[in-house]
């Protein structure tokens, strides 16, 4: 499961497109934004739920369900940046609608997907509708709204997606659970309803698209982006010539890091990595997203495919850290205001990584309510002691100016962290299931001798790496958030 975070920030909105709709119409754009931010969250969470039955039904190996999940990332990650100056270069409007149609259009091929390959090209084409999608949504309300009025819409827009998100895995759960294996390509289907309301409210109720044509798009940075993030996935999970991908992966970065130096209008800025604790604030986010979607993307796999849970069932492990959250988060972050935000990332980091630890203990005994469910609230506790204390970080190391640039810079980099982490730990998970006496595959169900036991260790493996992820997440921010603040 991918965690997503919805932008910190409210973009500036030129005094022109004042005119962008009547006064009467900005709640019917608010529902519009709401409806497509919520299709691209949903598709990046509910997907770890609906794997098994994915993997089932095509009979997928472990990899291209990694890819099924890494496509999405891939695109989004590395196009989110220059999605938002696409809307302000054409038409913000204009650009978000044309998001929701690619995005639409590529989730009911998703429903189609007669192969797993098929599927996972699928997905690539959706991230690419969500990577103008996402960012445009934020946009678009900030742009409707006059300044007094903003931040209250900007409130509902988060809630109403923070919801859906987290309801994602739970009303897929719900779907598969009644529904049967073949119920996953509806989750995808129900997205051609949504997305008809929201263009429907959308192109119904904007007056004025004004496009600002002088505004540049880094076309060279987006490529090599794509390019790197690519060979680097690629080289993680593939069997054969891994080195090399590697390597390639790492030249495209070098590339990108050279023409986005150089560039006059660069997607990231990198002189604001000169920023210490920007740069470190932006590498626990990395370290903790990492482990998160490690335990999230596998944790589903092993209670269906191993112990043999229902899918309803399983989507109750992600219940406890939206509950948590929702509660929390708040007064999280009015207690890094009195007492900044290092003690704060550092206990929830620590809880975290205890969280995985107990998941790691408890896992090969294979109690769920006893264990799991138990575990994943302390996960949950730490995040909402997160989430806002690292928003607030990020924010707070940035001159005022620049913190648009730099919230899309730090959801950026939760993305590729969720890219990364799953691509490189399918490697190990594989190899744990087979040194456990798997004889099978990791992930798919199987009435196989030892199967179920070689998936627990498996996974046990995975819960420590998260849990090494966020303890080290959890020194670092005493130390060097703590040490800066002094």
């Known amino acids: 499961m991918t965690t997503e975070r919805a932008p910190q920030v409210i973009p500036a909105v030129p005094v022109f497109l004042s005119d962008f709709c009547a006064p009467e119409a900005r709640k019917f754009v608010l529902v519009a934004a709401i409806l497509a931010s919520s299709m691209g969250f949903i598709d990046g969470s509910v997907i770890a739920i609906a794997m098994p039955a994915i993997r089932t039904t095509l009979d997928a190996t472990l990899m291209q369900a990694q890819w099924v999940h890494n496509a999405y990332m891939l695109t989004l990650s590395a196009l989110i940046l220059a999605g938002g100056a696409m809307g302000d270069r054409f ?52 742009r409707a709204y006059p300044r007094e009025e ?110 986005e130096s150089r560039s006059s209008h660069p997607m990231m800025p990198l002189s604001m990595f000169r920023n210490r604790l920007f740069s470190v604030a932006n590498l626990l986010s990395f370290a903790l997203y990492s482990a998160l979607n490690i335990a999230f993307f596998y944790l589903p ?53 205890l969280g995985y630890a107990f998941i790691a203990l408890i896992v090969p005994q294979q109690l769920f309510f006893q ?22 970080a990020i924010m707070g190391a940035v001159d005022e100016t620049k913190s648009g640039i730099a919230s899309a810079i730090n959801n950026t980099v939760t993305r590729i962290a969720g890219l990364v982490s799953v691509a490189a730990i399918g490697g190990v998970i594989a190899s744990s299931y087979v040194a456990a006496g798997g004889s099978d595959s990791f992930g798919i169900l199987s009435d196989a001798v030892g199967h179920s036991a070689a998936m627990s260790a498996a996974f046990v493996t995975a819960s420590w790496v998260a849990a090494g992820l966020s303890a080290i997440s959890a020194v670092v921010a005493w130390g060097v958030l703590e040490t800066r603040k002094a």
């Open 91 to 142: 038409g913000l409007a204009r650009m978000f609608s044309g998001g929701i149609v690619l995005f639409v259009a590529a989730s009911v091929t998703c429903a189609l997907a007669p192969t797993p390959n098929f599927l996972i090209g699928a997905r690539l084409a959706q991230g690419v509708g969500a990577a103008v999608m996402v960012p445009g949504s934020l946009a678009i309300i900030a």
């Open 150 to 259: 903003r931040g209250r819409a900007i409130g509902i827009w988060a809630a109403a997606s923070a919801m859906t998100t987290a309801l994602g895995p739970i009303i897929g759960g719900l779907a598969l659970s009644f529904g049967g294996s073949e119920m996953w390509r509806w989750i995808f289907a129900v997205n051609l309803g949504l997305g008809a309301l929201a263009l429907f409210l959308l192109l119904s109720k904007v007056k004025a698209d004004k496009s600002q044509p002088d505004t540049p798009i880094d076309l060279a940075g987006a490529a090599l982006a794509t390019a790197s993030l690519f060979a680097l996935a690629w080289g993680l999970t593939a069997s054969q010539q891994t080195g090399l991908w590697l390597v390639g992966g790492i030249v495209a970065f070098g590339l990108f890091l050279w023409v």
């Open 301 to 353: 796999m092993t209670l269906i495919a191993g112990w043999g849970l229902n899918e309803i069932t399983a989507s109750a492990a992600f219940a406890p850290m939206s509950i948590l959250m929702f509660a929390f988060s708040a007064r999280m972050g009015r207690l890094a205001d009195r007492f900044g935000t290092a003690p704060l990332l550092s206990l929830g980091s620590a809880c975290v990584a």
């Open 371 to 392: 264990g799991v469910l138990p575990a994943m609230c302390l996960v949950g506790l730490g995040m909402a002691m997160i989430v806002a204390p690292l928003s607030a």
